[in-house]
């Protein structure tokens, strides 16, 4: 039959258009992608199309893929990005990963959406220019601050980017990365994914999911945390996004907090967002469907799988360890 051809852009910018079989899972094809990077750690990344409403959503691996693209794929073009952020980027074992979320970051932090204060953006800026550039020279970082725009107020910055630079000298670009991510991690921002909704009182909020369970934030200012110690279950009815908490004995709070946001879709998004967080980084293996106790949610058959392969981050993390510390090649 005839094959999907689809666009995939990845951290870099740089484009390529794979050719799959109609037949293929979204995990197949996920694999393939990673194949055409070399990239081992493949299950901290993800996905990401824009469906048909508008808003964005991950490419399902255990789905067939022809199924998510005749609704969801406009124009055939996916964003290769970064699902997962591990507390800690010391965890990521591979140079190649590293330096994609190093690009991530760079990513972030240009379009506005990682905000930091001035001396960060300031430190972040300074390491990437240190990877990219190497040493300080005065001339060439003026020329590359004049013509890259690293972080939106740039302008202001410069002084203090090329006073950080200076200090890095002789790191390579693969430390440069490490540094970064160093910084870039002790940032409230950092792996926020903000999804609008209102909360019970109508107030405008942001719900994000992390390795550490539920926060809300009122703009970028987090309000609210909800460990998973403390979530009994997760759910969503049509619009609206459920907490249901641990009985607190004594306490008069509520135990079950509600959300809403813009459509079912939407919410049926970031719940399944939600249950593959969880899953990957509180599971110490993989489990057969989702738990049931936590994540249930009538009329919906999600099915966590990371990937094929299906990995936890504590598997990957014993996976990657065992003697496979040899320097990757790769081209930056």
Not at 136 to 150: A, G, I, P, V
Not at 287 to 304: D, I
């Amino acid at each position: 039959g005839t094959k999907l051809r689809l666009r995939v852009v990845f951290l870099d910018d740089s484009e390529r258009t794979f050719e799959v079989e109609q037949k293929v899972l979204g995990g197949d094809f996920f694999n393939k992608v990673c194949g055409h990077l070399k990239l081992l750690e493949k299950e901290y990344f993800g996905l990401e199309f824009r469906h048909q409403g508008g808003n964005y959503v991950w490419l399902e691996l255990l789905k067939p893929l022809a199924k998510q693209i005749k609704c969801e794929f406009p124009k055939g073009l996916a964003r290769f990005i970064v699902k997962f952020f591990p507390p800690d980027p010391g965890q990521l074992k591979r140079g190649l990963t590293r330096y994609l979320f190093a690009l991530q970051i760079k990513q972030d932090l240009s379009n506005g959406s990682l905000t930091c204060n001035d001396n960060s953006a300031a430190l972040l800026v300074s390491h990437i220019l240190q990877s990219e550039l190497g040493d300080y020279d005065d001339e060439m970082d003026s020329q590359h601050l004049e013509m890259k725009q690293y972080v939106p107020n740039q302008e202001y910055l410069d002084h203090k980017i090329t006073k950080f630079h200076r200090k890095h000298r002789g790191a390579s670009p693969g430390e440069s990365d490490i540094q970064l991510l160093e910084v870039a991690r002790k940032l409230d921002m950092y792996g926020i994914r903000p999804h609008r909704a209102h909360d019970g009182e109508g107030m405008r909020i942001n719900l994000s999911v992390t390795h550490s369970g539920v926060l809300v934030f009122q703009g970028n200012t987090k309000i609210n945390t909800f460990s998973w110690a403390k979530i009994r279950k997760l759910s969503f009815k049509r619009k609206h996004f459920l907490i249901k908490l641990h009985d607190k004995v004594g306490a008069s709070c509520k135990d079950t907090l509600e959300f809403s946001m813009a459509s079912r879709d939407v919410c049926k998004c970031f719940w399944k967002t939600c249950v593959e967080y969880h899953a990957f980084f509180r599971l110490s293996e993989e489990p057969e469907t989702a738990p049931r106790t936590l994540l249930s949610c009538r009329g919906s058959s999600f099915r966590y799988s990371l990937c094929v392969s299906g990995r936890t981050q504590k598997q990957l993390l014993e996976c990657m360890g065992s003697g496979e510390k040899k320097p990757s090649n790769f081209e930056r």
